[in-house]
């Protein structure tokens, strides 16, 4: 068996999303270095603050302000800082509970080594220098051996609040597309079409997937099907996409390739757009290093009947 | 309608570190036809199918309606899916023969963690505003809960690696494990977690076949009946939980009826050995309880498929004769976050 394919895959996305108002205090709070809890109906002071009681589901608005010092409740020494996390040097996460607050806030605790790190021992805020509105205006805690520190008593309506964060994301992959994708890759470099066929109904499928998703069985034959093909339906594209140097319009067609059993999809050039029809005999046209057909063109043959291809709509 | 659902067949892969070589489908096919093949039936005789997956494993997107090719869905068949281990699928599907619209369900769930990396990528279901920018690994949230637990008196290091030796003594005896023997308890991950407190990563994928009344009877000679499930959800905050504790799990139990008579086999879903303390004292299990006999999720733990697995392996125990009466538990999220019970009974003998 040939070796699979692999290949780099990132996704990553910037989530942008919207805050309410407990959410909105709490962020621009952080960004004028105030840490803002909210108290629920039986007096609890939750950090961080949510809109509702996690107990009673009742609707929570009452903002307070809370410390910047507290009492770590629970830590994990991370010697391997991971990329993205809050340091970059070995830190415990801790969750802190703190002065004021009756819940705990999850952060990055900068401290020399675990030996320096129990449950129980005080810590502050360490500020970021740069503070957008952000979770991560907290850069980190840090070990503090003094009383609890006092309030800010700063208003709790602030000036230009946040409303919103973008969150970036990325995570990386290696994508693999399998067995059957691979050989179908693989044949493509060599200009060549390859489908599997159904060792139950012994329809072919272009691409292959591994699996007659009719029938729910494995298929590993292997069958060359075109090049040539037959237009069984298209479509006219009018609009222009981003980044695509394809003058519009242009045909966009379902393409049985002969001795397939279903059509794939590819554009239509060569042709006037406004020629091209059900039945137009066409074949793959090939540039120079791609991996796939650039297009189709016109084979100059007569259009195929309708009863040959009715099926592969 | 008070209908008696029973799992009547379960098939599992052979989990391994990576399947790079197939893609989702042809991971999942052979599952799928190998628990069919224990029943008899064909796809077009299932009443409904019903999947657990994640995209985020594999980085691609609706990647399930591509794994539907491996079950044969045309002509049109009844199925949904859920972006949960499939042990939510199989509550699904029970919730589904329950009310009689079905009398067999198709439950399958599968995950390769090995395109991705899998510790980052569970960061993506935590709290987007306040937890999710921090990026905490899963071994890291792991960690707090494993020492909140050594705080509270309730384990310490050498009790974690004797559940972590006694999951994988216990996984030699299976065949599709992948982590099972000898295993040295390791150096930190994230501590106080080692190596050997923490599960394989994996990919797998699993399948169990669900009926309905006398046709469970037709179809498996000792049924694993479902007296009852239920799952419950933890508040999303950690700051707010006692993570020594599982409430959710355990009332969860009660609404499944766990606690009605004691069970003989518990196969709870831990990733985490220290995840394995806090379900036994929710629990309320004692030494007299066959805990993971499987080896559990310290030896074999894809991602989405191995709460499946729990009721799968508890129900494959029941028809074999070595279980009467079996609890099942599959966990998702941190630190036990969502928390799902099943009970089992065999026929009485």
Redesign the interface.
Known sequence: MPEVLKAPLAVEFPFTRSLGPVQSAFLTGLRERVVLGVRTGDGRTLVPPVEYDPVTAEEIRDLVEVAPTGTVTTWAWNHAPRRDQPLDTPFAWALVRLDGADTALLHALDAPGPHAVHTGMRVRVRWAEERTGAITDIACFEPYDGDPAQPTGADREFEDPITGIVAPARLDYTYSPGRAQSAYINALAEHRNVGERCPSCHKVYVPPRGACPTCGVATSEQVEVGPHGTVTTFCIVNIKAKNLDIEVPYVYAHIALDGAGLALHGRIGGIPYDQVRMGLRVEPVWTEGARYPDHYRPTGEPDADYDTYRELL | MNREIAVVAFAQTDHRRTS???????ML??V??EVLAQTGLK?ADIGFTCSGSSD?L???AFSFT?A???????PPISESHVEMDGAWALYEAWTKLLTGDADTALVYSYGKSS???L???LT?QLD??????????SV??A??????LI?AGDTDEPALAAVAARSRTDATANSHAQLRGSVAHGD?V????RTGDCPPIGDGAAAVVLAAGERARELCDRPAWIRGVDHRIE??????RD?TDSPSTRLAAERAGAFERPVDTAELHAPFTSQEVVLRKALGLDDGVRVNPSGGALAANPVMAAGLIRIGEAAARIQRGESDRALAHATSGPCLQQNLVAVLEGDPR
């Open positions: 790079e070589e197939f893609s989702e489908v042809e096919m052979p799928l036809h796809t985020y594999a980085g691609r591509l539907l090719d491996g079950v044969g869905a045309w395109p991705g990396p510790r980052d990528v993506r987007p505003y306040y937890v999710a920018p921090l990026w905490p690994d890291a949230l960690a707090l809960q494993a020492q909140a705080d930190y994230v501590r106080p977690l508040a999303h905050s950690l700051g707010v993570l």
